[in-house]
């Protein structure tokens, strides 16, 4: 209440100075202008304040600026409306003085506000802590490039709501994606479905979490009982709770469940200051109020000294703002309507406010979005961008490899256009470094959000594309596939070439259309297979049994290598 009090004090100045001022202009009708003054005053104050209790409006100055200007207006006019009859000629003088006054201030402030907001959006992309890097870490050998989508997950925890207690009072709030206990997951919190709800049930019953990289894994259900949410009512609203802590820091999204290592759940919440004197957020200024949902107690980071459980203090609200000032505003405001030099538009296909949330190989989980030409009817990305989920820092890859490859859009249509008959759709493709090949990752969901495979399209080729059940097999299918291709010369990680010797012992030569003659053989006492291309190596052609050779190759564990390349005793080059 604090907050909310304070705010709407602030709101009063200009009024009360304004009325002010005619009090004291108005030397016969003082007593009465004072009365009517104070009664204006007190009902405007208690609308004022009701009002900003729902709106929850936080203290900035153009916030300020307008809400005095807006009140100081209604004020004074109903002022003058309720003693106009009693006055004299020269009072009202003073009045009509003071209406323009007010319509001056208005008229200067608000297009100054404006004014000032956009020649803010450099600074405002000037706080962003960026870097720009050629090329992504190609995929280790042991990585799973893959999470399950927030639709699979959604559709599975619906399906078991029934192990809620009084489940008619509630619905699932949103997901976010999070590691608890080494495991990333989706945690689901209750919410309740409407005031009537809220009121019969005081508390929540607890939440959700669900594996987010086993597709077949199913839903647990945490009984922990939270008074203040998302969807409570009057004070027991969590952002009313932040909001009456810190009204003069702006919010970012809603907030979100983040569990602790003992198994107990927090809101968490992104807020920021303004850039000088507008509603502009200064990335290097981020902070996040972490919120008891039982006691209430609340309190603030930055974003990056956020207790270690807080995976996401930076929202993906704020990440998809960070995007589109990195995209929009690199050569300023102007450049981004008219010349458009190296403007960049962050693609719509993410799965939480148009970014997806992905973990790297250390734990730490960032934002993912592609970026495409500002120009119409262009489907290749130009880069893509990985937002810290604790810093905010930006990360953008856009070397000669992303270049004119497909977007986001483009690998989603691709998986949609494959089973039209069954209307099977792509979500929350990403865009991975598989070999040295970028590559979208593209789940395929059915048309009740329920998963059924796969997808691992090759970023510079349409058709380049392979379907399976699990991850591991569809990568490694993708990766044989990679290595039979004959236009594809960079599909070994360098670093992880075996050199191998032995004697051939079987040969199997297979051609196909797309990938033209594909050589498989084992070596003596190794049960490792084998495959070369015809393209790499054309004298692997003639290879047979009892040829002595040399290679280099990606052992894979899954008892295949890919060989690089070969040399065989019986065949000088």
């Known amino acids: 209440m604090i907050g909310i009090l304070t705010t709407t004090i602030l709101s009063f100045i200009l009024y009360v100075v304004l009325a002010g001022i005619l009090i004291a202009k108005n030397n016969k009708s003082r007593v009465v202008t004072s009365k009517i003054a104070g009664i204006v005053f007190a009902v405007l104050f208690i609308i004022g304040g009701i009002m900003n209790y729902f709106i929850l409006l936080p203290i900035t100055v153009p916030n300020m600026v307008i809400s005095n200007i807006a009140i100081a207006g209604g004020g004074i006019f109903l002022v003058y409306g309720m003693t106009s009859t009693k006055l004299q000629k020269k009072a009202k003088g003073t009045y009509e003085s003071i209406l323009g006054l007010i319509i001056i201030l208005a008229v200067l402030a608000v297009p100054t506000i404006i004014v000032l907001g956009i020649l803010t959006l450099d600074d405002t992309y000037e706080s962003i802590e960026k870097e720009d890097v050629e090329e992504a870490k190609p995929l280790d050998e042991d990585a799973t490039p893959i999470a399950v989508s927030p639709e699979v997950a959604r559709n599975k925890i619906q399906k078991s709501m029934g192990v809620v207690p009084n489940t008619q009072f509630y619905d699932l709030g949103k997901l976010q994606v999070q590691k608890i206990d080494g495991q990333i997951k989706f945690v689901a919190p209750l919410e309740f479905t409407g005031f009537w709800k809220y009121f019969r049930g005081k508390e929540t019953e607890g939440f959700f979490t669900i594996s987010a990289t086993n597709?077949?894994?199913?839903?647990?259900?945490?009984?922990?009982?939270?008074?203040?949410?998302?969807?409570?009512?009057?004070?027991?609203?969590?952002?009313?709770?932040?909001?009456?802590?810190?009204?003069?820091?702006?919010?970012?999204?809603?907030?979100?469940?983040?569990?602790?290592?003992?198994?107990?759940?927090?809101?968490?919440?992104?807020?920021?200051?303004?850039?000088?004197i507008t509603n502009k957020p200064d990335m290097q200024n981020l902070h996040v109020a972490i919120v008891d949902p039982v006691t209430s107690e609340v309190s603030k980071y930055k974003t990056n000294e956020a207790p270690d459980f807080v995976d996401?203090?930076?929202?993906?609200?704020?990440?998809?703002?960070?995007?589109?000032?990195?995209?929009k505003y690199v050569h300023g405001w102007l450049n981004s309507i008219f010349g458009k030099k190296d403007v960049k538009?962050?693609?719509?296909?993410?799965?939480?406010?148009?970014?997806?949330?992905?973990?790297?190989?250390?734990?730490?989980?960032?934002?993912?979005?592609?970026?495409?030409?500002?120009?119409?009817?262009?489907?290749?990305?130009?880069?893509?961008?990985?937002?810290?989920?604790?810093?905010?820092?930006?990360?953008?890859?856009?070397?000669?490899?992303?270049?004119?490859?497909?977007?986001?859009?483009?690998?989603?249509?691709?998986?949609?256009?494959?089973?039209?008959?069954?209307?099977?759709?792509?979500?929350?493709?990403?865009?991975?470094?598989?070999?040295?090949?970028?590559?979208?990752?593209?789940?395929?969901?059915?048309?009740?959000?329920?998963?059924?495979?796969?997808?691992?399209?090759?970023?510079?080729?349409?058709?380049?594309?392979?379907?399976?059940?699990?991850?591991?097999?569809?990568?490694?299918?993708?990766?044989?596939?990679?290595?039979?291709?004959?236009?594809?010369?960079?599909?070994?990680?360098?670093?992880?070439?075996?050199?191998i010797s032995g004697e051939v012992n079987r040969v199997l030569v297979t051609s196909t259309q797309k990938t033209g003659q594909v050589i498989q053989f084992l070596l003596k006492n190794d049960q490792t297979i084998y495959t070369i291309n015809a393209g790499k190596e054309p004298l692997a052609l003639f290879l047979q049994a009892g040829d002595n050779v040399e290679l280099k190759a990606n052992i894979r564990d899954n008892g295949t290598g890919i060989v690089d390349s070969i040399e065989i005793d019986q065949l000088p080059k």
């Open 215 to 276: 597709i077949n894994a199913q839903p647990e259900f945490i009984d922990s009982n939270m008074k203040y949410t998302n969807s409570s009512y009057l004070n027991h609203n969590v952002q009313r709770t932040i909001y009456g802590a810190f009204p003069n820091y702006i919010p970012s999204g809603e907030a979100q469940i983040e569990v602790d290592e003992d198994g107990k759940p927090w809101y968490v919440q992104t807020l920021y200051q303004p850039i000088a």
């Open 312 to 327: 996401g203090s930076v929202s993906s609200d704020v990440a998809t703002d960070e995007n589109e000032y990195f995209g």
């Open 345 to 499: 538009i962050p693609n719509e296909s993410g799965t939480e406010s148009s970014v997806t949330p992905i973990f790297d190989e250390q734990g730490d989980m960032h934002y993912f979005t592609d970026m495409a030409s500002p120009r119409e009817n262009i489907d290749s990305a130009l880069g893509y961008t990985l937002i810290n989920a604790r810093t905010g820092a930006l990360t953008y890859y856009n070397g000669k490899k992303n270049n004119g490859i497909m977007d986001s859009k483009g690998a989603k249509e691709i998986v949609n256009k494959q089973y039209p008959e069954k209307n099977w759709t792509g979500s929350m493709p990403i865009l991975y470094n598989i070999d040295g090949n970028p590559t979208w990752v593209v789940n395929v969901l059915d048309p009740n959000g329920l998963f059924k495979q796969y997808a691992y399209i090759k970023a510079g080729d349409a058709d380049f594309v392979v379907f399976g059940e699990t991850a591991r097999e569809t990568l490694e299918a993708y990766r044989l596939q990679l290595a039979q291709d004959p236009s594809n010369v960079e599909a070994s990680d360098e670093s992880a070439l075996e050199t």
